[in-house]
């Protein structure tokens, strides 16, 4: 997990921007899915037909995203002390959920147009120009979702860049199987449809692979870059039980701190907010430190 990520933004605002990426992304995504529609039912392509398909997948999980977004920005209460910014994880493991499923669509299309040999699609210059215009258009939303998502420390934006970077694998498929049907090779629309259904399990495993050990409190900075920091604190003699969770925007900190026992209890409480600070200054995806002092040489007692 990428860690360090611009913590000055306050939450209201972190929110509202993350929104309106999303709002911006929805609109050219519905407008990708359009033209691949309606050169699909022209063409009859099998393969440009699951491309928009997959498309419409992103219209969706940007839908998603809105509702989840407006929910994991809600400030804590009583039952959800730790806030709601789960919420934008579960909705980026949704979109690997989604992902998968487009997936057993394309796989059953493909075979069955192989199995049934159908007639191959029709092929103009002027619809393998309007594809690459949607290819151009795929690069464009994963460069400015991806630049934004790093900037806002945003899951769901990162995982749905990279979904939309999966259109672009899959839009280079799909127009080499249409020059390749205009070459004479009409079986090459529906292996390119196959070859769609690997690229993209691969893009789903993944977003389902990060996002579902974030949810299941993976270590979200490393310890021993956490045990540097405090440790370079004057008085601090060391510390252990290390651990941190949380998503990009929001990483709660607990630990162990080891200090003289002789300090007054005013100086160990001092050094202690001294380690937040400094852990806060260091990490500034940190929104949360609970420190357990200890002194020097005692055993490790629960009362």
Known sequence: ?????????????????????????????LGVAALKALYAAWSGS??????????????LSNVVGLVALRVAHRAPDERHPY???????????????????????????????????????????????????????????????????????SAFLLADAAHTRSDIFVTISVIGSQVAVALGLSWADPVAALFVVVAVFRIAWRILGENVGLLLDRAAIDAQA??????????????????SRGSEGAVHLDLHLTLDGSLPLRRAHAIAHAAEDALRARFSSVVDVTIHIEPRDAPDETL
């Open 83 to 153: 806030g709601y910014q789960r919420a934008e994880l579960l909705a980026a493991a949704g979109i690997g959920v989604i992902i998968a499923f487009s997936v057993i669509e394309f796989a059953l299309g493909a075979v069955k147009g192989l199995l049934d040999d159908a007639s191959p699609p029709t092929v103009t210059a002027e619809g393998i120009g309007l594809l690459v215009a949607t290819l151009a258009a795929n690069m464009v939303i994963a460069y400015y979702e991806s630049r934004r998502g790093r900037a806002l420390g």
């Open 46 to 59: 099998l393969a440009v037909g699951s491309d928009a398909v997959h498309s419409l997948t992103d219209g």
């Open 226 to 243: 956490i045990e540097q920091v405090v440790t370079s604190i004057e008085e601090v003699v060391g510390c252990h039980r290390v651990r």
């Open 1 to 29: 997990m990428r860690v360090g990520v611009d913590g000055s933004l306050g939450a209201t605002t972190r929110q509202a921007a993350t929104r309106r990426v999303v709002v911006i992304v929805l609109a050219l995504n």
